[in-house]
């Protein structure tokens, strides 16, 4: 390796990051404002810097230096000089190490010293004074890779979007638990890809798991300070790097996470991954300076105009990403291309994606950020979900995203708790979010699919604990338990936390039953938190965002135990409701319907009713103590229906306290019993009376044979 040059060679300006040739290394680095940069070469163990070069070019605003007879396993880091003016928005310090934000591997982790941090910790001027500190020995380190993965035949599940189930887990929660697997592999991207999980995940009926972050990721001091940690991951540290903790044998490395995605897509299970580009790990002006705030903190984050010192905290974490800036765009979709076609991930679901749409005048659903994504080939061709909120100003834009685009659907989420829960008058908002919220997502020729819903999510309590505990319980976050939303829209049905009271924990079950079945029977595309088919709880804690043990583990003792247990009961319930999601169109139709279609004589697409079997009127539908609702569902041309050529369904929702009586509507037709939430173990059956019982805070689920008379 030629470490003894006085200079680089020239190198070029793209592309971006360390790419080695097969001769050498091309580095190119963006900075708008730097001076000079310096590219350090660490020895393999990443201690000792072994040489120190300055980039000798800079082409549009891209250092750029070409190092002969370097390669793979490369160790290296940034340091850039420049103005340290921060009223000026600028923080350069040669002194302080920078990460490649490009970087595919990072070496080591950060070690917390107030060395990190630019300027004088706990100085009179704070983040305006200036460190001299070298931070390097608590530095992670760059590397070197050169990446060919060899995919073969392999192809993606491309599953369409009315038949996705999306499944919402933490690499790490979903397995340390699991003591059929090798206690080495558990909580890795090894046990993600192991056999016994993927069947587990192909038996219960999903065909796309949502991975929590797995970009790297830091620790935040104030955490480990509490002795906790970063359980959630969102905090990046690079966008480019699987996060290392996640690696059960660190020589395979990405390696081990391309495998377990190989896997999934075998088993006709896509990858879904939550990235986090409204932000980085730098926080406020008191962040650390670990990557872009020392190579360009005025291009890379948006500084409060006339007051450049501060940064716009759109993202509630002290810092927000300018993704209207063209280089750090280019970051963004360089990372989304990289992940998509390296690892072939097949979607991308953006926190706080209403941050990434943000112009200079708002939000916007034509920003440079949509219709980049929307037009890049790559991007264009894989799933694409958005979190359509955030804390600023306009930040929330449910509804509003581009064609392209699938949204979580919060409303979704609150009108089935508040309609389980037995809140009044709420048949018109219930109504709406099982049709697919078709008031929200029902312009520019989208579909029902755009719509995500979900009953819970990682960010909340889990669906056991939304019937278990009526308060947040987040006394071991160490943050006075006032962390976390003060209210989930839950209930503890008389007793706070677990209890043996068989009343009680029979009107639980009814409603845990209740609230699952709604989200398979619902229109659009449902999503699953990881655990809840299992009756995962979080005891409570409703923000474990920094709970990297069994608060958020899941519990997998009752699905692995010889005997029959209450996890494997609702994991059967579960896996029931996916099966005739998938056997019935009428639940998941591409289409909005809303009722101007005769179906068969008598049948509309869709039609509501009364526990009498009559049409709602005006006044039904507003009538604030009504809490009985049925709706009947049709399509036609069901080719996958073996008993006719058109699909009927009918839901009939009871979230009283009593057990009420439904008369069928007319027509006619031959009923049988699907499911019923009351009873998760009876088997199919017919209706012969024209009428069932639909127990307190249960939901039955019927089929009608189209092409066959009533009895």
């Keep these: 390796m030629a470490l003894l040059r006085k200079r680089l060679a020239s190198g070029a300006p793209a592309p971006l990051g360390a790419e080695w040739d097969g001769l050498g290394v091309n580095f190119a680095v963006f900075s708008a404002n730097a001076t000079r940069i310096e590219l350090c070469i660490y020895e393999a163990r990443g201690r000792h810097e072994i040489a120190r070069y300055e980039l000798p070019e800079c082409t549009d605003e891209v250092f750029h230096g070409y190092l002969p007879d370097a390669g793979p396993g490369l160790v290296y880091g940034y340091r850039a000089h420049g103005p340290y003016q921060p009223e000026a928005g600028h923080r350069f310090n040669p002194n302080k190490l920078l990460l490649d934000p490009y970087a595919r591997t990072h070496f080591g982790r950060v070690q917390w010293s107030d060395a990190l941090f630019g300027y004088r910790v706990g100085s009179p001027r704070e983040d305006l004074s200036f460190d001299r500190r070298d931070s390097a020995a608590a530095m992670p380190k760059s590397v070197v890779v050169h990446e060919s993965p060899v995919w073969g035949e392999h192809r993606r599940p491309r599953r369409s979007w009315q038949e996705t189930l999306i499944y919402e887990t933490h690499v790490r929660g979903l397995s340390m638990q699991r003591t059929d697997l090798a206690a080495a592999e558990r909580g890795t991207y090894a046990a993600l890809g192991d056999p016994k999980v993927i069947a587990y995940l192909a038996d219960l009926g999903v065909t796309a798991v949502e991975l929590m972050p797995v970009q790297a990721f830091l620790q935040d001091r104030f955490l480990l300070q509490r002795k906790l940690s970063n359980y959630w991951g969102y905090s990046p540290l690079g966008y480019f790097t699987p996060e290392a903790r996640y690696f059960a044998d660190p020589a395979v490395g990405a390696n081990e996470l391309r495998a377990a995605v190989h896997r999934l897509h075998d088993a006709g299970i ?9 932000h980085t790990c730098e926080g406020n002006e008191r962040g650390p300076t670990l990557s872009w705030r020392g190579l360009d903190n005025a291009s890379y984050y948006r500084p409060v105009a006339g007051h450049e010192r501060f940064l716009i905290n759109d993202t509630g974490t002290g810092n927000t990403l300018d993704v209207t800036h063209p280089r750090v765009l280019q970051m963004v979709t360089d990372s ?376």
């Excluded at 896509?270 to 409204?278: G, L, Q, R, S, W």
């Excluded at 080939?377 to 979900?385: E, M």
């Excluded at 009283?656 to 037709?669: K, M, Q, V």
């Design 270 to 278: 896509e990858v879904i991954m939550d990235v986090v580009y409204n």
């Design 336 to 711: 989304l291309r990289y992940w998509a076609t390296s690892f072939q991930i097949d979607g991308f679901r953006f926190d706080l994606g209403c941050t990434l749409g943000r112009e200079k005048g708002g939000f916007d659903a034509g920003s440079g950020f949509f219709d980049v994504i929307r037009q890049d080939p790559v991007l264009a061709d894989v799933k694409l979900i958005s979190e359509p909120w955030d804390v600023g100003p306009g930040g929330y834009q449910l509804g509003n995203h581009p064609p392209g685009f699938s949204e979580w659907n919060d409303k979704f989420r609150d009108a089935v708790r508040r309609y389980w829960r037995g809140d009044e008058a709420m048949r018109p908002e219930i109504s709406r979010r099982l049709m697919g919220s078709s008031d929200l997502f029902e312009h520019r020729r989208r579909r029902p699919w755009a719509s995500i819903n979900f009953v819970a999510a990682h960010d909340g309590a889990t669906l056991h604990d939304l019937t278990t505990y009526a308060e947040r319980h987040n006394e071991a976050n160490g943050e006075q338990g006032q962390d976390g939303t003060p209210d989930d829209l839950s209930s503890n049905w008389g007793v706070e936390g677990e209890t043996t009271d068989p009343q009680i924990t029979a009107i639980r079950a009814h409603v845990v039953r209740a609230m699952l079945a709604t989200l398979f029977v619902a229109h659009g595309t449902p999503m699953l938190l990881g655990g809840d088919e299992i009756g995962r709880t979080q005891r409570g804690n409703n923000n474990a965002y920094c709970q990297d043990n069994e608060i958020s583990w899941y519990d997998w003792s009752g699905i692995l135990a010889e005997e029959e247990t209450e996890a494997k009961a609702l994991c059967r319930f579960t896996a029931r409701l996916a099966a005739l999601r998938r056997a019935h169109p009428s639940l998941r139709t591409p289409w909005f319907l809303h009722g101007q279609r005769e179906i068969v004589p008598g049948v509309l697409s869709v039609a509501w009713f009364d526990e009498s079997g009559a049409e709602l009127t005006e006044a039904a539908w507003q009538n604030p103590v009504a809490q009985l609702l049925a709706v009947r569902r049709a399509i036609a041309g069901a080719r996958d229906n073996a008993n006719g050529d058109a699909d009927i369904t009918l839901v009939a929702l009871n979230a009283t306290g009593e057990d009420r009586e439904f008369i069928l509507p007319p027509p006619a037709l031959a009923w049988r019993v699907l499911i019923d939430t009351a009873d998760p173990e009876r088997t199919e059956s017919e209706v012969g009376a024209g009428r069932i019982s639909v127990q307190t805070r249960s939901l039955v689920l019927l089929a009608a044979d189209a092409a066959s008379p009533a009895p």
